[in-house]
């Protein structure tokens, strides 16, 4: 028995080495009794170091107030997901989400065990960002001849379907008042080129135009990009604006809405009701007088059928509604964007392309678009690419081969199943669409369910949501496969 109970002990080691999270678990003083490969990994330091230190050796700049593993031993306080920037024994500054829990026997705390997630680098790009928009911001109210941030018109919008021209028409009406936007539509039908045509002709055009993409920051941050920091609001935390206070005067385009956290969701619900703002720790309210315009990439009906959307923040926010329809939708417009494109790219690539040929454009008129017109950029880019030096014409055998049903070239396009190579290639572009390709048939195999595809990949699933979004592939299968 003793001998199964070991064999389970060493199983269960193994298991908490090769899981992705830090695990630190220490006795009733404190002392060091197990620390897995990547707690290692997030502080630097070696396991074999670490085993029976008391955790006051480890983090020499921790506190009894501070450290969160004390506390579950001394006071049996335990947290869930909070933020610690602590320095390590090699003097690095690292940040990371802990989640921290007492560990009983009898009635009597006889260790404490943390978990925790490295979000090191993204806390510093977090930093980056915020500091950087602070320093527009501040040069904003002392320029008088600041000309705001956004860049893009509806002069810049291409397309004459109705229904592309009905959403051109709504969004030049919001425009006109500061009531919130809702913009709804696939990925890729540029959802954020809209909002800032919207800022650009309103009376805000002259103030800052911020957009933020909610499933782009843990949630654990998001709260703090939202409405600032306090000093001492978490351990590490510094006095900071948020970006409601960036965007003061001007625009904050919200993207994804659908993926910010729902506690996060009532407090946007209480800023738009009543204009005001606190920061994380803070005290004190601010007034702050923004158009919101927030975009989703679901229906709203979708949206809110499967509660990621509190029913009050969207109906709040529901004022003017703008649905952005598919490519597939347009397909009329497919030659204009595409001639938008060519000359795009002839300028960042010093080329003369001068069109599509007719068999080119008919591949392109019968491919669905699930990308929709960033995914039609990205195949005009990859012509570009593998295009010989000197021609001028786009043909079939130059467009991605995810356009073709088989996945290959007709006989009639090529004598062989492959876009010419050149003398030179941009060999990141040629992979990025190797790796889309793979990605898009996996996912049809996998009925669109996103965990499974990013198990038969073996990739992360946040990895695989962030290369569906950058590649602009549908999740066309998400409303009728349980994730």
């Not at 956004?150 to 959403?167: C, K, N």
């Not at 805000?204 to 911020?210: A, E, H, L, V, W």
């Not at 080119?360 to 699930?370: E, G, H, K, S, V």
Request: hydrophobic letters at 40%; glycine letters at 6%.
């Amino acid at each position: 028995m003793k001998s199964l109970a070991n064999q389970f002990s060493t199983h269960f080691e193994w298991i908490l080495n090769v899981i992705n999270v830090g695990v630190h678990i220490v006795n009733k003083d404190g002392d060091t009794v197990f620390y897995n490969e990547m707690m290692a990994h997030i502080d630097g330091l070696n396991r074999e170091q670490v085993l029976g230190e008391n955790i006051f050796q480890l983090y020499p700049s921790l506190t009894d107030e501070s450290s969160t593993l004390y506390l579950a031993l001394e006071k049996g306080i335990e947290t869930n997901e909070s933020i610690q920037t602590y320095v390590n024994l090699k003097g690095e500054k690292i940040t990371s989400i802990n989640s921290t829990y007492s560990l009983y026997e009898e009635g009597k705390v006889i260790g404490a065990v943390e978990i925790a997630k490295d979000v090191t680098k993204v806390m510093s790009m977090y930093d980056q960002i915020v500091d950087l928009r602070s320093q527009l911001a501040e040069t904003h109210k002392k320029s008088k001849f600041f000309a705001g941030t956004a860049t893009y018109h509806f002069s810049d919008l291409i397309g004459d379907s109705p229904a592309f021209q009905e959403a051109i028409s709504l969004a030049k009406k919001a425009a006109r008042t500061h009531s919130p936007v809702m913009i709804y539509g696939p990925t890729g039908t540029g959802k954020e080129l809209i909002a800032q045509s919207i800022h650009n002709v309103s009376a805000r055009r002259n103030q800052p135009f911020i957009a933020q993409n909610c499933a782009a920051v843990p949630k654990e941050l998001m709260e703090g990009l939202l409405f600032g920091t306090t000093k001492g609001a978490f351990t590490g935390a510094v006095d900071r604006m948020g970006i409601f206070e960036q965007a003061n005067g001007g625009t904050l385009f919200l993207d994804e809405l659908n993926s910010l956290d729902l506690g996060l969701q009532a407090k946007l619900l209480r800023v738009l009701q009543e204009g005001e703002i606190r920061r994380v720790g803070g005290s004190k309210d601010q007034k702050i007088n923004v158009k919101i315009i927030a975009a989703m990439n679901i229906s709203p009906d979708e949206a809110l059928e499967r509660e990621i959307i509190r029913s009050d923040l969207f109906f709040r926010l529901n004022v003017v509604t703008i649905q952005m329809p598919s490519l597939l939708e347009r397909k009329a417009d497919i030659p204009e964007i595409a001639n938008h494109f060519i000359h795009k790219f002839n300028r960042s690539f010093v080329s003369d392309v001068q069109g599509i040929s007719r068999k080119a454009m008919q591949r392109l008129l019968q491919y669905p678009w699930p990308g929709n017109i960033r995914e039609l950029g990205h195949a005009i880019e990859l012509a570009f690419n593998v295009m010989d030096a000197g021609e001028k014409t786009i043909d079939e055998h130059h467009l991605p081969a995810y356009l073709f049903p088989s996945g290959k070239y007709s006989a009639s396009n090529t004598q062989n199943h492959h876009p010419p190579l050149k003398d030179e290639i941009d060999l990141p572009v040629v992979l990025e669409e190797i790796e889309r390709d793979m990605i898009i048939n996996m996912f049809e195999k996998c009925n669109g369910n996103i965990s499974k595809t990013a198990e038969a990949l073996n990739i992360k699933r946040q990895g695989l949501q962030y290369k569906l979004n950058k590649y602009g592939i549908e999740k066309v299968f998400i409303g009728s496969t349980k994730k």
